[in-house]
């Protein structure tokens, strides 16, 4: 199965493309997405639309894996954030690919077995499970790369959408 894990962003979205069969897992293609602050709000949400459709595109993704927004004390930054989520969701059902979401929470038990984990331990087990020799930057790329293994642990049991 062939997984893009998207952690939604408005200045930075990251994403990370794996290969999962039987219990192995295979890099595919991971980075991000940037948007310029000062550029207006429609354009930022345009370009990363058509970046992550184009990567869709590329490289065919059978399922995506999506962090769920939690909750930030700043609204404004909370819905800048779920509108680039929504876009990121958009993207998705517009190639047809089968969305879950995940919270923080279980991203990081899927991967250390502790759902308070910090950045680093859930950085290390992305790079550990992906055989990588360094922890991908940002950490939006990262983070998108744990959304996907979640994914193919929890098999798209984790609140499937479409």
Do not use: W
Not at 122 to 127: E, Y
Not at 139 to 161: K, N, Q, S, Y
């Amino acid at each position: 199965m062939r997984i893009i894990g998207i952690d939604p962003g408005y200045a930075i979205m990251g994403y990370g493309i794996v290969e999962y069969k039987g219990s192995k897992f295979t890099p595919i293609a991971y980075g991000s997405i940037t948007t310029e602050a000062h550029t207006p709000n429609e354009e930022r949400l345009m370009t990363l639309y058509d970046e992550l459709s184009a990567i869709i595109d590329e490289y065919k993704p059978e399922e995506a894996s999506i962090e769920e927004l939690f909750y930030n004390t700043n609204a404004t930054t909370a819905i800048m954030v779920g509108e680039a989520r929504g876009t990121a969701l958009l993207a998705c059902a517009k190639a047809g690919i089968k969305i879950s979401e995940y919270t923080p929470l279980q991203i990081k038990s899927a991967l250390t077995g502790y759902g308070r984990a910090d950045k680093k331990q859930v950085q290390a087990m992305v790079k550990m499970i992906l055989g990588l020799s360094k922890v991908p930057k940002p950490d939006d790329t990262a983070d998108a790369l744990a959304a996907a293994i979640c994914h193919a642990h929890h098999a798209g049991g984790c609140r499937p959408r479409i």
